[in-house]
């Protein structure tokens, strides 16, 4: 009987690790990228870091899905314990908070993208569409930001009561409302645009300008100001 060959009996132009230093990670498919931050297989049945990282790209349908797994799903996998887990995790986490560009209080709003940057992450585990309301001074810096509402858009959920609220209560003088699309597609609905409308309106008759309505989609954004739309 052959004996079984782990990474290590591999050709060395052919291993992850050893590929990634002669090539660069660029070249790597993610399946020899999970393998590496894996590291180890399972001698005992014959299985190698790199069978582990197929397993868990088609089990949970890619790296997004391995990041929205409960740690109690990656638990189930074979192979897969808590060591390995912290590692995906951890790993993921730090992806995560590179492309992430925080927008923090006291800033300036300086484009519709970074908006975008500012809430993709916070977005990305979201299920169902969540609306924020966020705060500017009259020289449009951000005061705060705040949740107003979850679920799918309706008047009823987005009411300018709710909304203006924290508005009044800050004393400030433009807005800019933000909100997703878990589908990914950032396309405004008629019910968008309808309450992008109404909101500005009320906006208008209390004298607080409304600066933009950014739609959060997976990997874009839609913005009503650069579209002409508001």
């Known amino acids: 009987m052959a004996r079984y060959r782990t990474i290590k009996d591999w050709p060395e132009a052919d291993r992850p690790r050893e590929k990634l230093l002669a090539?660069?990670?660029?070249?790597?498919?993610e399946t020899e990228i999970l393998a590496i931050i894996l590291r180890t297989g399972n001698a005992s049945t014959g299985e190698s870091a790199v069978d582990h990282a197929r397993a868990l790209l088609t089990q949970f349908n890619g790296l997004k899905g391995i990041d929205e797994a409960p740690i109690k799903e990656l638990r189930a996998v074979k192979g897969i314990g808590p060591a390995k887990i912290a590692q995906l995790k951890a790993s993921l986490e730090i992806s995560r908070r590179m492309r992430q560009k925080r927008w923090?209080?006291?800033e300036p709003l300086s484009s519709a993208e970074d908006v975008f940057r500012h809430f993709q992450s916070m977005f990305q585990k979201e299920k169902h569409e969540v609306f924020y309301v966020v705060l500017l001074t009259n020289k449009n810096r951000k005061i705060r930001e705040v949740r107003i509402s979850e679920g799918s858009l309706t008047a009823s959920l987005v009411h300018p009561r709710e909304v203006y609220n924290p508005v009044i209560?800050?004393?400030?003088?433009?807005?800019?409302f933000v909100h997703n699309h878990p589908s990914g597609d950032p396309s405004p609905s008629p019910e968008d645009v309808e309450i992008t409308r109404r909101l500005k309106e009320v906006g208008e008759v209390m004298g607080i300008k409304v600066l933009d309505h950014v739609v959060i989609g997976h990997d874009r954004y839609f913005s009503f100001n650069e579209k002409g739309m508001l």
């Open 169 to 176: 209560r800050d004393s400030a003088a433009a807005v800019l």
């Open 23 to 29: 090539k660069g990670a660029e070249s790597l498919t």
């Open 104 to 106: 923090k209080v006291g």
